[in-house]
């Protein structure tokens, strides 16, 4: 169990009890304009630095429940890179929650300084107040096991514990909120998919018109089997063919995507998902994969944090960096 730094005094009065409304940005592109194609992008990386897009929407409602229930105190689990974990920690922060991170990755607590050093994602955590406990590989795969849990209680008193990757049925509540009554002109609502809790809010929101697109950035076909549990509806299907190898996996020609979007939009997207779910969507308009006159909406789940651990890996390779 670590903590480290000192929390930032940031305020941001009433976040979790706000309903933000994000603004349509169109993307012009010269093969958009070839094919008669509309795509527009949603902002929600503009909600909050850290606590951005999804990870706003499906922490909002998980942190008024936590209120409700008296627990001052908020657990739960991630890498050593995850956008959920600093954006746990900052909206902990936010709303005066305590906050406790189980970390994949014992090695991690052997020279913690040179870690926060070097890693912004705990850095930032750390400067928010999130203490850490860092366990092995073998003992993350257990951490939804009733005993695993126990134990976690036992040691660190009452919690309000908000699963890895933030997706529960109250994150699905918030993420059903991204899609307002404007997005109905619309046919089609692509989304980036980690683990299926955005999609699944946008597939319960969405319009009968209206077809939602997934672009998993894990390999597999368990998502599909995942988001049935939860939801009876058909409008929706998820295009595995753009995960790059899979979680954390990226190619040369996704970075230089990614920074060729970025100067002829000024959007920047992360490697992990909206990145490859953005150049997904332009290679099937290259490839007729939408009629001509669709009129596409992309969701903007933030995750920006995220590029500076991706931009060290680069380095080591010796390959070009994604330009912030």
């Known amino acids: 169990m670590v903590r480290r730094g000192k929390p930032r005094r940031e305020k941001v009065e009433n976040m979790f009890n706000t309903f933000f409304i994000t603004k349509n940005q169109q993307i012009q ?33 998980n942190i008024q429940e936590a209120q409700k229930q008296q627990k001052n105190t908020l657990l739960t689990f991630g890498g050593a890179y ?34 926060l050093r070097e890693n912004k994602t705990l850095q930032v955590a750390s400067e928010n107040g999130m203490k850490f ?7 993350y ?42 997005d109905e002109k619309f046919d089609y609502i692509c989304v980036a998919v980690g683990t299926g809790g955005t999609i699944s809010g946008l597939i319960e929101s969405a319009k009968e018109h209206q077809k939602v697109i997934g672009f998993p950035a894990l390999k597999g076909d368990f998502l599909s089997k995942d988001i049935q549990k939860i939801t009876n509806k058909q409008n929706w299907e998820l295009n595995t063919a ?19 979007f970025k100067e002829k939009t000024n959007i920047l ?24 006159g669709s009129k596409i909406l992309t969701i903007h789940t933030g995750g920006l944090q995220g590029i500076d651990g991706a931009n060290k890996r680069l380095k080591k390779k010796g390959l070009d960096l994604i330009k912030v």
């Open 29 to 61: 592109l010269p093969i958009l304009k070839e094919k008669e194609i509309e795509l527009w992008i949603k902002r929600e990386d503009q909600i909050h630095e850290f606590v951005s897009g999804n990870k706003f929407r499906k922490l909002k409602y």
């Open 82 to 115: 995850s956008n959920h974990i600093v954006a746990t920690a900052v909206a902990g922060h936010l709303s005066g929650c305590e906050t406790i991170g189980v970390i994949r990755g014992e090695e991690l607590a052997n020279n913690l300084e040179k870690v």
């Open 133 to 139: 406990e860092f366990v092995t590989r073998e003992e």
């Open 141 to 182: 795969r257990e951490k939804e096991t009733p005993i695993f849990v126990e134990n976690l209680r036992k040691k660190h008193g009452d919690f309000y514990l908000i699963p890895e990757g933030g997706t529960n049925a109250l994150a699905i509540k918030g993420c059903q909120e991204i899609l307002t009554k404007e």
């Open 242 to 260: 753009y995960h790059f190898g899979g979680y954390g996996k990226f190619s040369t020609g996704l970075i230089r995507f990614i920074n060729e």
């Open 269 to 292: 997207l992360d490697p992990i998902y909206t990145g490859k779910m953005l150049y997904g969507i332009v290679d099937l308009v290259k490839k007729d994969g939408f009629k001509k």
